[in-house]
């Protein structure tokens, strides 16, 4: 369910996510991912966040963020994809918007969730059969998670608050599947 914009207050935690029209690639490259990447760098300075995990994929995205600050951080959102609509219509020759709707977004509100929903997203590109390990998918912050990179968007913080190492954590996934993603598909995107 999408929250009202009252919701967006300091210290909440929110799955903020959308999908391509008609199945459209959003990232066509990987200049096209980094762009996207370098912009959530710059952004969430200027509306603190934090990013416990995120996956872009070809053709929709996934965040698990907090909202550090007064400043809602769907601003963000609003920030970095229009101006990447305006790059991507521009570079491939097109008109008009990307997704199908407006940002849709989920308040995650209990410690179970934040496994379920940290595996959920970092297992997208496994699910869509796009990489065999969740590992070899480098536009997430999975790598980061189990200490293989270390990227601007991720806190080292989700260790203490979930009480997990980097090598539980790369357990946990190997243990996670595809059936199990269907039932998180409704948990976390309806």
């Known amino acids: 369910m999408r929250v009202k914009k009252e919701n967006f207050v300091k210290g909440c935690c929110l799955h903020l996510f959308n999908h391509a029209i008609e199945n459209l690639d959003l990232f066509i490259n990987k200049e096209d991912y980094m762009r996207i990447i370098q912009r959530f760098r710059e952004k969430i300075v200027v509306y603190p966040s934090t990013i416990f995990a995120y996956c872009l994929m070809p053709n929709h995205f996934h965040f698990f963020m907090k909202q550090d600050s007064n400043e809602p951080i769907y601003k963000i959102f609003n920030e970095v994809f229009s101006g990447y609509t305006l790059y991507y219509n521009h570079k491939y020759k097109r008109v008009g918007t990307l997704f199908k709707g407006p940002l849709q977004h989920k308040l995650i509100s209990t410690q179970e969730y934040f496994y379920q929903l940290c595996l959920y997203i970092h ?31 991720f806190s080292k913080e989700v260790y203490e608050l979930l009480d997990v190492s980097p090598e539980e954590y790369a357990n946990l996934m190997k243990l996670y599947s595809k059936e199990r993603f269907e039932r998180d598909r409704d948990l976390f995107e309806k």
């Open 123 to 153: 297992f997208n590109p496994v699910h869509a059969n796009l990489v065999k390990k969740p590992e070899d998918w480098l536009y997430s912050n999975y790598l980061e998670w189990i200490g293989k990179r270390n990227g601007r968007l």
